[in-house]
């Protein structure tokens, strides 16, 4: 596959019509680089899945374009994660619920639970707006490589492997989400990354382990 293209943030509609077509596609987030793919698409996930080399055991969260989407995605939205989700989303946080029964992943396997993020850039939210308001997003590097966070890292780690990146130069945030486990009947941290756990808790209201 030749080097991959750049996309501008202007051309939008080549990157969604892209993923429609059943690719994958590099894209800036609030955070990192993101490579995406339709959740519903079993071949694009597994494309996503052979670019980053990534384990087929890990699920790829899904990234949201609107908060109000999340009951298509989530069930059993606790109290806590709740107050997480208002007080924090769009942001530079994942939070783990349980799997609503009617939505499914091809990236998420036989998993009743569903990593999900709403990314604090407008950007990246139009796309997932435009591409259907839900992406299979994982971090665009080769898995156990450093997350990538301009164009230019992208294409040097995985840019043979995938046919587009939109590049909208380095990601503002440029470290990753961190991520909370809310299907559980209390919250655990599993990364503490780009907010700590200080600012989760008080978004909380209550303790995370």
Do not use: H
Not at 10 to 34: H, N
Not at 57 to 63: R, S
Not at 107 to 115: F, I, M, R, Y
Not at 188 to 202: F, I, S
């Amino acid at each position: 596959m030749p080097l991959a293209q750049r996309l501008s943030l202007d051309q939008l509609d080549d990157a969604v019509a892209l993923l429609r077509a059943g690719e994958v596609v590099a894209f800036p987030t609030d955070t990192v680089y993101g490579l995406a793919a339709l959740p519903g698409d079993e071949k694009a996930v597994r494309r996503l899945f052979t670019a980053k080399r990534r384990p087929p055991e890990k699920a790829i969260p899904i990234l949201l374009a609107d908060v109000g989407d999340l009951p298509k995605v989530a069930a059993n939205v606790s109290p806590p994660a709740r107050q997480l989700v208002e007080k924090l989303w769009p942001g530079p946080l994942t939070v783990v619920f349980r799997r609503a029964p009617s939505f499914r992943s091809a990236g998420g396997g036989e998993n009743d639970t569903v990593a999900v993020r709403s990314p604090d850039y407008e950007p990246a939210r139009e796309l997932i707006r435009r591409a259907g308001g839900a992406l299979a997003v994982t971090s665009a590097n080769l898995s156990g490589k450093p997350a990538a966070c301009t164009a230019e890292e992208v294409l040097a780690q995985i840019g043979r492997r995938i046919p587009a990146v939109v590049d909208g130069g380095p990601t503002p945030g440029g470290t990753e989400s961190s991520v909370v486990d809310c299907s559980r009947d209390r919250p655990a941290l599993l990364r503490e990354a780009a907010l700590a756990r200080t600012v989760l808790e008080k978004a909380a209201l209550m303790r995370i382990f």
